[in-house]
Antibody
Framework: QVQLHQWGAGLLEPSETLSLTCDVY??????????WSWIRQSPGKGLEWIGE???????NYNPSLKGRITVSVDTSKKQFSLKLNSVTAADTGVYYC??????????????WGQGTLVTVSS | DIQMTQSPSSLSASVGDRVTITCRAS??????LNWYQQKPGKAPNLLIY???SLQSGVPSRFTGSGSGTDFTLTISSLQPEDFATYFC?????????FGPGTRVDIK
């Protein structure tokens, strides 16, 4: 069974870069056939999908963040990462990593990481 | 973007009650609808994918139905561990979007 464990800095000042990494454990650690996603949750915006990548380095990003976000996969380290540049207070929230399996054209998020509270404040 | 709405935003129920939560998409999403349960301080947990497929390990009291724009999650007999917030999520369009959530608490 796959488990995700995420880590990274939780307190940032405006204009800094948010950097989070998600380690993938179990199930042979296969990256093929999945998208590896980042999702955030805040009181104001609820759950918001922010971006994803796969082992072919194909990426999809939420247009609201395009230009600031990079999601990358490192299969050799069995991890994937999120970088979000030029953060503001509006980027404050709990960030989750998640695997996106698919079957017959359907996609979903499972499992999820434990979440990281990221606070942007001066 | 495909907008997702849920109703009600919250409800109070008793153990043993039958509970139904509705999710509506702003355009047709076929059967590309997933449901998650979230407890305070925890990550969301997948309950149902592709409208009605029960995730492994999820109790059979949870069922999902619908198609197009209107979907429901039903808990046939509410258990103490079911008090939580429930979210729907569409996977029809790559800009995946979630509903605002329905909080289920104890009456």
């Amino acid at each position: 069974q796959v488990q995700l464990h995420q880590w990274g800095a939780g307190l940032l000042e405006p204009s800094e870069t948010l950097s989070l990494t998600c380690d993938v454990y179990g199930d042979g650690g296969s990256f093929s056939g999945y998208y590896w996603s980042w999702i955030r949750q805040s009181p104001g915006k609820g759950l918001e999908w922010i971006g994803e990548s796969n082992d072919d380095r194909s990426t999809n990003y939420n247009p609201s963040l395009k230009g600031r976000i990079t999601v990358s996969v490192d299969t050799s380290k069995k991890q994937f990462s999120l970088k979000l540049n030029s953060v503001t207070a509006a980027d404050t929230g709990v960030y989750y990593c998640a695997r996106a399996p698919s079957f017959r054209g359907f996609w979903w998020f499972d499992p999820w990481g434990q979440g990281t509270l990221v606070t942007v404040s001066s | 973007d495909i907008q997702m709405t849920q109703s009600p935003s919250s409800l109070s129920a008793s153990v043993g009650d039958r509970v139904t939560i509705t999710c509506r998409a702003s355009q047709s999403i076929s059967n590309s609808l997933n449901w998650y349960q979230q407890k305070p301080g925890k990550a969301p947990n997948l309950l149902i994918y592709a409208t009605s497929s029960l995730q492994s390990g999820v109790p059979s009291r949870f069922t999902g139905s619908g198609s197009g724009t209107d979907f429901t999650l039903t808990i046939s007999s509410l258990q103490p561990e079911d008090f939580a917030t429930y979210f729907c999520q569409q996977s029809y369009s790559t800009l995946w979007t979630f509903g605002p959530g329905t909080r289920v608490d104890i009456k």
